[in-house]
Each structure stands twice: as C-alpha cells, then as structure tokens.
C-alpha cells in the first residue's frame, strides 16, 4: 500500500522511505496500522484493528475464534448463553489483555494457547469457575487479565484440547 501511494502521489519518496522504515522497527499491529491510516478507508486497510467490539451471548451461542485481532480491552457478556472466546490463533496488540466479562446465568468459556496466562478477579455470587492455566513462563509474556461479574454461571478457562492417540491393541 505504501508502494502505492507513493507511485500514484500520495506520498512523496522522502514519506515513503519514513513509512518503510517504520514499518520494519514496528513491534505492534497499532504501530503498523498508523502508517496506513490516512491512505485508504477503513475497510480497505491491510491491518484491520478490532475496536473492541462487545462479544455478546444473550439467550443463545456466541464464538470469537480463528484468526483475529484481539484488542486492548475487550467486553464479553454472557446472559443466559454460552460465550466461547478461543484466543489460540488470535492476534494480541499487546502483551497484557483486559478482559470485562459480565455472566449472568450462561456459560464464559476462554480457551488460551500455552504460554499465556490467564488472571481473574471479580465477584462471583452463585457462579464458579472451572480450569486455570500456569504463571507466564518469563517477563513479557502474554496475560489476559479478567475481571468478571458471574452471577449464577460458569468462568471456564482452558488450554486447546491435544491431540489424543487411539491404539486398538496394546504393544503387551
């Protein structure tokens, strides 16, 4: 897109070289996706940041998974649904998440890849939470830090299942 914009006038050889620059010392999508801001709409952009829409299970299911962007703060609520918010190949902006869950009679299931950690804080009033995941292995590493609201419900947080063997005989 840079290319672009400098071969159609956009921007000047001087803008360019400054763009491609930043670009390669970029250690965020955010820093990525400021350099492209200005040139095109939002949805022709080549990093689409999520703006941190509410994930929402209201009387039903709801899923976040696959390949997305996770941003900064993220709200989840689950009323009287399931939530599924799988982050195995999601995207972090950054290495420290804040997750606003609120679980009102419905089910808030987090799957996190190995080596993210998950914290939770909050209130719990006829609600419990199942599963945990072990500390960060080292300093910078990931943490999804969640601060919740259950009320008569379910905080599930999880790994990815692995994969299991199935032997029909024993090696005896």
Do not use: C
């Amino acid at each position: 897109m840079l290319g672009e914009a400098m071969s159609d006038g956009r921007l000047t050889a001087e803008e360019h070289s400054e763009r491609v620059q930043r670009a390669f010392s970029a250690r965020t999508l955010g820093e990525l996706a400021e350099l492209t801001a200005d040139l095109a709409v939002a949805s022709a952009q080549p990093v689409r940041l999520d703006s941190g829409r509410v994930i929402a299970g209201i009387l039903g299911p709801a899923r976040r998974d696959g390949r997305w962007v996770v941003p900064e703060n993220l709200t989840v609520t689950a009323m009287f649904g399931e939530v599924e918010v799988d982050f195995t190949q999601a995207i972090l902006q950054t290495s420290r998440v804040q997750l606003y869950a609120t679980v009102f009679g419905g089910r808030l299931r987090l799957i996190v890849p190995d080596g993210v950690s998950v914290i939770v804080s909050g209130h719990m009033v006829l609600g419990r939470k199942r599963g945990s995941t072990p500390p960060p292995p080292g300093p910078g590493s990931p943490v999804i830090e969640v601060r919740a609201l259950v009320l008569g419900g379910e905080l599930d947080v999880r790994t990815p299942r692995k994969g299991r063997r199935f032997r029909l005989f024993s090696r005896d």
